[in-house]
């Protein structure tokens, strides 16, 4: 079992050296960075070149705003300056972030990553081998890449491409292309996993290429710890705070609908319209917090997280503590996990 660190979406480029630094010293296997507040590519950067051990990835690059080129062309200097260590995740973002956030073209998002990811894997080929640059899709066409703005082939693999989804043909786009998943904290559950998830990934692995691994599962769990039961608690109100956030967007409530909760997101999707933030923490009770959010002290994590994932994924991501003077109890909660993980 592969242990993730989450970076804080606020966390800036200034911080993020001495943050992974932090994160390598626990024994994580990698960090994952957001593109959200600050650019992802950027943050990854820094985080490599902080480390020497260190996988980093980023959860996930908003892809159709960008190029596929000037993706392929930051990735593969990611890889080459780590030797290896870069992982790319991208997702698509909702129809609303990338038109009125982004001012970027939308594409229906599983045929558009399906062209971004084809994109990439040619680009890809064309620096290693140095072969013409072809690709031509629906979305996304290139025919053209002189040699002088070829990077040439690097001594590290290929980047590995992993798609955020959510809804089913994402799902099934995964299993047919992608290296492998990053699920969302808001459709992390063990139930969710095994009913929505899995299927829709073996089903489109039967259009895999079979040059290709079967595709990694990442669960991207939400983890209130510490040292004691009051850090518990104030880490999953903050918690409650983030998925009363994420649950008032329509695209995160088929993991709702899955338990009967639909009403939950319809209520605080109302309640964003009405401008009542404060108050949509209160929406969701403990019985649907737990469903979503692992919490424990560290030592109850190993039996905890493996209780829910054993058997499901391959990777898991455990929130870093808050507070510095508890890195060494952390450290030892992530040799525990690893541990109790078959």
Known sequence: MEIFAVTPETLGLDAMGTFARRVEAMGYDGLFVPDAVH?????????????SRLRVGISVLVAFPRSPMNVALAAWDLQRLSGGRFELGLGTQIKQNVEDRYSARWLPPAAGMREYVG??????????????LYFVGEHYHFTRLQPFFNPGPIDAPDVPVMLGAVGPKMLNLVGEAADGMHT?????????LREAILPQVVAGSARRDPSLQAPLICANELVASGPDDATVKAEKERFRGMLAFLFSTPAYWPSLELFGWKDVGERLLQMTREGRWKEMPAMLSDTVLDEFLVS???EELPEKL?????????????????????????????EGIRGRFS
């Open 296 to 298: 424990g002290c560290f």
């Open 184 to 192: 969302h904290p808001t459709n992390t559950s063990a139930r969710y």
């Open 39 to 51: 650019d992802g590519l950027l943050l990854a950067g820094q985080a490599l070149a902080s480390t």
């Open 119 to 132: 994109a990439l894997r040619a680009i890809f080929r064309s620096f290693r081998t140095r072969e013409p």
């Open 306 to 334: 493996a209780s829910r994932f054993d058997g499901l994924v391959q990777r898991i991501t455990l929130t870093v503590p808050p507070n510095p003077e508890h890195d060494k109890a952390n450290a030892s909660a992530i």
